[in-house]
């Protein structure tokens, strides 16, 4: 069985940072790219960025030269470094694990649980 743990979360004014770990632990063998999503009250999930194994990235239009994604594969962590964060950030953010291996023969997605992250005006 194979988890995925967020952490990292808070209670931050505007202009402040946040770094979101999220940690994959159980049975895996490898993970083809490892996400941030995020979620806020009344809205759609939605992406925020991505990392592949090989460290390419992609991110969301509302973050690109705010947060920066990375990862430690031997550690199957991610990261997502959150700066000069806004009130509008304020979501529920979630881990993302695409294409997970866990040596069954079969590739699956799996999610965090996701933490909170409140940005205060």
């Known amino acids: 069985q194979v988890q995925l743990v967020e952490s990292g979360g808070g209670l931050v004014q505007a202009g402040g940072s946040l770094r979101l770990s999220c940690a994959a632990s159980?049975?895996?063998?490898?993970?083809?790219?490892m996400g941030w999503y995020r979620q806020a009250p009344g809205k759609q999930r939605e992406f925020v960025a991505i990392?592949?194994?090989?460290?390419?990235?992609h991110y969301a239009d509302s973050v690109k030269g705010r947060f920066t994604i990375s990862r430690d594969n031997d550690k199957n962590t991610a990261y997502l470094q959150m700066n000069s964060l806004k009130p509008e950030d304020t979501a529920v953010y979630y881990c993302?694990?695409?294409?997970?291996?866990?040596?069954?023969?079969?590739?699956?997605?799996?999610w965090g649980r996701g933490t909170q992250v409140t940005v205060s005006s």
């Open positions: 159980g049975s895996i063998f490898s993970i083809n790219a």
């Open positions: 990392i592949s194994s090989s460290g390419s990235t």
């Open positions: 993302n694990g695409n294409r997970v291996y866990s040596g069954s023969g079969t590739y699956r997605d799996y």
